[in-house]
T-cell receptor, first 116, second 114 residues
Framework: KNQVEQSPQSLIILEGKNCTLQ??????????LRWYKQDTGRGPVSLTI?????NTKSNGRYTATLDADTKQSSLHITASQLSDSASYIC???????????????FGKGTSLLVTP | DAGVIQSPRHEVTEMGQEVTLRCKPI?????LFWYRQTMMRGLELLIY????????DSGMPEDRFSAKMPNASFSTLKIQPSEPRDSAVYFC???FGGGGTEAFFGQGTRLTVV
């Protein structure tokens, strides 16, 4: 069964500190992995996308890593800001047959709170 | 482009009533997704259209839920009859190229069934 597990479920950090969010998956056949940021009351917004051959991708202060062998990904946030407070969702795409395209598998997200 | 537009933003209805949620995808996108989000279950894909054709509706919870996409610029998600357990935020998203590409989400419709 395809699953995506995220940890921790929630996290509180001080402004300026770094943090790392984890995503472990059992999705096959793997297509890509995305990290989304969801602010309260808004829809998710894509931060990064990684395919099988990529192991690091950065978007400003956000750096995602992917280990396709161990099926693990992390999202590292550097020098956190109050605006980083949000839910971060890991989404892993599996390739389906040619008629159905892709199957999307969602983690339940990590809720991050950055405090002054 | 204004992005994906959903309406209404909030809906409160009584159990047993019909609810229709609406979505206008980003112009030029050929894939449209309906999602449901709750605290307990997170984001769940309900149905996925490609070129206005339903490709995967395995996430639609039961026959009370139906979705249509009559043209490339409009889709509806209907719940009839609604039940309190349907209370959630429903998101519509669109992309160019299917489920493997970046999806752009609307602001969501918060549905409360009392």
């Amino acid at each position: 069964k395809n699953q995506v597990e995220q940890s921790p479920q929630s996290l509180i950090i001080l402004e300026g500190k770094n943090c790392t969010l984890q995503c472990n998956y059992t999705v096959s056949p793997f297509s890509n992995l995305r990290w989304y940021k969801q602010d309260t009351g808004r829809g998710p917004v894509s931060l990064t996308i990684m395919t099988f051959s990529e192991n690091t991708k950065s978007n400003g202060r956000y750096t995602a890593t992917l280990d396709a062998d161990t099926k693990q990904s992390s999202l590292h946030i550097t020098a956190s800001q109050l605006s980083d407070s949000a839910s971060y969702i890991c989404v892993v795409s599996a390739i389906m047959n040619s008629n159905s395209g892709y199957a999307l598998n969602f983690g339940k997200g990590t809720s991050l709170l950055v405090t002054p | 482009d204004a992005g994906v537009i959903q309406s209404p933003r909030h809906e409160v209805t009584e159990m047993g009533q019909e609810v229709t949620l609406r979505c206008k995808p980003i112009s030029g996108h050929n894939s449209l997704f309906w999602y449901r989000q709750t605290m307990m279950r997170g984001l769940e894909l309900l149905i996925y259209f490609n070129n206005n054709v339903p490709i995967d509706d395995s996430g639609m919870p039961e026959d009370r839920f139906s979705a249509k996409m009559p043209n490339a610029s409009f889709s509806t998600l209907k719940i009839q009859p609604s039940e309190p357990r349907d209370s959630a935020v429903y998101f519509c998203a669109s992309s160019f190229g299917g489920g493997g590409t970046e999806a752009f989400f609307g602001q969501g419709t918060r549905l409360t069934v009392v």
